[in-house]
């Protein structure tokens, strides 16, 4: 699962990054507790690259609300092709998601003790997506693509978000034809890196770049 992003990366750098036309108006940065149903700027190609906000939080078509049902953070990899709500955007509408990291849960049984995920050699984390419009005023929504966690993230939690390498961008976007399938999995172990940080970041509310430093475990 992932259920709370950070993101520091400047929207004019993302856009030149992907090669992509950004949109008038992005979520701001830095933003180190970006949760469920906020913005976040994700690249989709319909056809040209986009850099465009989405709500987090992928919404059926047959809701009558964004509200209607369970809040759709996260699809899982080893169904979002029989889904009902996924399967059309899974072949049809995937997009990227750049983050600076994710944040996981540990769970004890005294406590959640908070994880800060990012990239081992600091570049930008590219997720997987899929996004869908919803309703009559085309409401953009998106989910993060999950998978059986890898061994260094089982650790702390058994699942983990898609990781998507800038040689399969085009891929995944749908620009290289089909065989998207086939980059849902793991990231290598040494693709990431988790240390622990403070349980503010529990809070929905708790804001600033303390947030993601390390503690003592």
Known sequence: MCGRLANTL???????????VPANTLPPVPDYNICPTQQVAVVTADPGRRLRPMRWGFV???????????LLINARSETIAEKPAFRAACRERRCLVPVTGFYEWHRTREARLPWFCQRADRTPLVLAGIWQDWGEDHLPTFAIVTTEA?????????????????????????EKGKGAARLMHAPAEDVLEFH?????????????PHLIEAIDD
């Open 60 to 70: 059926p078509h047959w809701y009558k609300s964004p509200t209607d049902g369970p």
């Open 150 to 174: 890898n061994a260094a993230m089982a650790k702390i939690h058994n699942r983990i978000p898609v990781v998507i390498e800038q040689a399969d961008w085009g891929l995944w976007l749908g």
């Open 196 to 208: 622990r940080v403070s349980t503010e970041v529990n809070s929905n509310r708790a804001a600033g």
């Open 10 to 20: 400047p929207p004019d750098s993302v856009a030149k990054l992907f090669d992509a």
